[in-house]
C-alpha cells in the first residue's frame, strides 16, 4: 500500500463549480497535512495546512482532516480558470526537521 | 515577499558529469530540504539539513549525492557522477521551525 493515495486524474470542471480533491494515507504518526498548488514546470506554491484532524477555511479553499478514516480533502469553491493546476497534498510526522511525503498530484482543468 | 531562490533553472550535463544545484533559502529559516520529480511522478524527499548537518536522507539519497551549506545563504546539492536516472526537477525548500516548508521554483536537471 502506498503511503499516501491520490486520484492523478486529470478532472475537468466547468467554471463556478465546487471542486473536491482528496487523499487517502496509511501511516497513522501524520500530524501534519498541507496542501500545494503547482502549476506545469514550477514549483510546489503551498496553498492550506492543517495540524491534525478538523476543517480551515481561507477564501474559496477548504481543508478537511479525519485522522480517524486517514482522509483528506481540499475543497475549492466558485471555481475560476486560474485554478487550472496540479493540486499535490503532503504530510508529515511530528518532529521539527520532517520530511514530506507527497501524493501523486491531481491534475485539475477549469474550463470556460 | 520572501522566496526560496533556485539557481540555474536549467541544466544540461553529460552523464558521468558533476553538478552542483544551488539555492537561497529564505533568510531566517532554519531548516533545509531537498526534493525531486522525476517528470511525471510525485515529489520525493531526498535529504534535511538542520545546525549544518544532514538530519535525514532517502534511500535515493546515495554517496553520489552531497550538499552543504557553505555560508549564511546558500545551500548547495552536489550529484558527483551523473546517470540518465538522474533528470528530474530539483526543488530546494525552506522553513522556519513550524511544520510549512517553502519551496523553490526548481532547478531541471537534464543528463544526456
Known amino acids: 500500500q502506498k503511503e499516501v493515495e491520490q486520484d492523478p486524474g486529470p478532472l475537468s470542471v466547468p467554471e463556478g463549480a465546487i471542486v473536491s480533491l482528496n487523499c487517502t494515507y496509511s501511516?497513522?504518526?501524520?500530524?501534519?497535512f498541507m496542501w500545494y498548488r503547482q502549476y506545469s514546470r514550477k514549483g510546489p506554491e503551498l496553498l492550506m495546512y492543517?495540524?491534525?484532524?478538523g476543517n480551515k477555511e481561507d477564501g474559496r479553499f477548504t481543508a478537511q482532516v479525519d485522522k480517524s478514516s486517514k482522509y483528506i480533502s481540499l475543497f475549492i469553491r466558485d471555481s475560476q480558470p486560474s485554478d487550472s493546476a496540479t493540486y499535490l497534498c503532503?504530510?508529515?510526522?511530528?518532529?521539527?526537521?520532517?520530511?514530506?511525503?507527497f501524493g501523486t498530484g491531481t491534475r485539475l482543468q477549469v474550463t470556460l | 515577499e520572501p522566496e526560496v531562490t533556485q539557481t540555474p533553472s536549467h541544466q544540461v550535463t553529460q552523464m558521468g558529469q558533476e553538478v552542483i544545484l544551488r539555492c537561497v533559502p529564505i533568510?531566517?529559516?532554519?531548516?533545509f530540504y531537498w526534493y525531486r520529480q522525476i517528470l511525471g511522478q510525485k515529489v520525493e524527499f531526498l535529504v534535511s539539513f538542520y545546525n549544518n548537518e544532514i538530519s535525514e536522507k532517502s534511500e535515493i539519497f546515495d554517496d553520489q549525492f552531497s550538499v552543504e551549506r557553505p555560508d549564511g545563504s546558500n545551500f548547495t546539492l552536489k550529484i558527483r557522477s551523473t546517470k540518465l536516472e538522474d533528470s528530474a526537477m530539483y526543488f530546494c525548500a525552506s522553513k522556519r521551525g513550524e511544520n510549512i516548508q517553502y519551496f523553490g521554483a526548481g532547478t531541471r536537471l537534464s543528463v544526456l
Open positions: 492543517t495540524y491534525s484532524s
Open positions: 501511516n497513522s504518526a501524520f500530524q501534519y
Open positions: 533568510s531566517n529559516h532554519l531548516y
Open positions: 503532503a504530510m508529515s510526522e511530528s518532529g521539527t526537521a520532517s520530511k514530506l511525503t
